[in-house]
């Protein structure tokens, strides 16, 4: 493929680094890559640590237009995807007031009270655009633009990841 049309894949879990989740996210998201004619040069798998997750951010954003993310999301102490992802950026978490109403309505759609940990899910880079989810809790995450790059930061449980 020709036209500098690349991206980097990185997959964020511990759970893929000790085998207990096989990766599928990154082949089906490199396929739907090739559809558009972008490479996909690139796949990375980093655990649950926010250093480790920015390090990774830095080095695949220095090297790459697109850089799509899967995992590290949701509501629970391990998922710090947002946190590595605004130390790469040098920003702040801000909280989007559309994603707090959207998980409002998800929980309230199903009869139950939103959690309060849950509201962290609500929490973006201060340059991203949340990403509706339609299937889980976890908002997506989109960082940049035109010249700039383009970060996308995804759930990571394929039924979430893929329609999106």
Same mark, same amino acid.
């Given at each position: 493929?020709?036209?500098?049309?690349?991206?980097?894949?990185?997959?964020?879990?511990?759970?893929?680094?000790?085998?207990? @989740?096989?990766?599928?996210?990154?082949?089906? &998201?490199?396929?739907?890559?090739?559809?558009?004619?972008?490479?996909?040069?690139?796949?990375? @798998?980093?655990?649950?640590?926010?250093?480790?997750?920015? %390090?990774?951010?830095?080095? /695949?954003?220095?090297?790459?237009?697109?850089?799509? %993310? @899967?995992?590290?999301?949701?509501?629970?102490?391990?998922?710090?995807?947002?946190?590595?992802?605004?130390?790469?950026?040098?920003?702040? /978490?801000?909280?989007?007031?559309?994603?707090?109403?959207?998980?409002?309505?998800?929980?309230?759609?199903?009869?139950?009270?939103? +959690?309060?940990?849950?509201?962290?899910?609500?929490?973006? +880079? %201060?340059?991203? &655009?949340?990403?509706?989810?339609?299937?889980? @809790?976890?908002?997506?995450? /989109?960082?940049?633009?035109?010249?700039?790059? /383009?970060?996308?930061?995804?759930?990571?449980?394929?039924?979430?990841?893929?329609?999106?």
């Amino acid at each position: 493929m020709t036209g500098g049309r690349r991206a980097a894949v990185l997959a964020i879990g511990d759970e893929l680094l000790a085998g207990e @989740t096989v990766d599928r996210n990154s082949a089906w &998201i490199s396929e739907r890559l090739a559809e558009f004619g972008i490479e996909s040069a690139e796949h990375r @798998t980093v655990g649950d640590d926010a250093s480790s997750i920015a %390090a990774a951010f830095d080095d /695949l954003r220095g090297r790459h237009p697109l850089v799509i %993310a @899967t995992g590290g999301l949701g509501p629970t102490m391990d998922d710090c995807t947002r946190e590595g992802l605004v130390r790469s950026l040098g920003e702040a /978490l801000v909280e989007d007031a559309e994603a707090v109403a959207h998980l409002a309505r998800w929980f309230a759609g199903r009869g139950r009270p939103m +959690p309060p940990a849950n509201r962290s899910q609500a929490m973006r +880079p %201060a340059s991203a &655009i949340c990403l509706v989810n339609a299937l889980g @809790t976890a908002p997506g995450l /989109l960082v940049g633009g035109m010249g700039d790059g /383009l970060v996308a930061c995804l759930p990571g449980p394929p039924r979430e990841m893929q329609p999106m």
